[in-house]
């Protein structure tokens, strides 16, 4: 798996916009980029996933340029309720049955 | 729809007891199984495995032993626990692998395993 770095945490206030900014320089061509959001004392949960350039669902945006040696999660006009940790994942597709790795993921913390 | 469970959802148990958490999975078949393990305010850790009945790959080895009976049922184990296994126990399912299907996992809500 390519190794993925992000921030460890941000903050934002109710209404803005945030990116985050996943690292994976050693991703290789067949690798996908897949991002999950983590609530207090849940299980992460899916939110998009994205080969190159722009994926888009009713939740998030995911920006990847063209040496896709990074990505950018964006969340339009977040609210109290995005509060929460993201994980960026790098593995290929399929992988023949192997699990993914999670890191520390970011820690998003959205303020009134 | 597929959904999956997991039991309990708390557990207080005693240094040196035995384990047994149980996770389910409805709605789809030959699913891919995964435990894993999240420490206070840490990424989670990926314990074991499984792409079938019997079939379990442990990625850290440890005193948990995993085990999976039946197609959409696996359970997690100990036969002593020890202080360090305290944490959070996640089951996750994904699709088997087929042609264009993506390695999306889905989680289960979670047992809280506090080791005293």
């Known amino acids: 798996l390519a190794k993925t770095t992000q921030p460890i945490s941000m903050d934002s206030y109710e209404g803005q916009e945030v990116n985050i900014t996943c690292s994976h320089n050693?991703?290789?061509?067949?690798?996908?980029i897949t991002w999950y959001q983590q609530f207090p004392s849940q299980g992460p949960r899916f939110i998009i996933q994205g080969y190159k350039t722009k994926v888009t669902n009713e939740v998030a945006s995911l920006f990847i340029p063209a040496d896709r040696k990074s990505s950018t999660l964006s969340l339009p006009r977040v609210s109290l309720s995005d509060t929460a940790v993201y994980y960026c994942l790098v593995a290929r597709l399929p992988t023949g049955r192997r699990a993914l790795t999670f890191g520390s993921g970011t820690r998003l913390q959205v303020q009134p | 729809s597929q959904t999956i469970h997991q039991w309990p959802a708390t557990l207080v148990q005693p240094v040196g007891s035995p384990l047994s958490l149980e996770c389910t999975v409805e709605?789809?078949?030959?699913?891919?199984l995964y435990w894993y393990r999240q420490a206070a305010g840490r990424g989670l850790q990926l314990l074991f495995y499984s792409v079938g009945i019997g079939q379990i790959s442990s990625e850290v080895p440890q005193n948990l032993s995993a085990s999976r009976p039946q197609d959409r049922q696996f359970i997690l184990s100990s036969k002593k626990l020890l202080l360090s296994d305290s944490g959070f126990y996640l089951c996750a399912w994904s699709h088997p692998l087929k042609g264009g299907r993506t390695d999306t996992q889905y989680f289960g809500p979670g047992t809280r395993l506090t080791v005293l």
């Open positions: 050693n991703i290789a061509t067949n690798d996908y």
């Open positions: 709605g789809t078949s030959n699913p891919n």
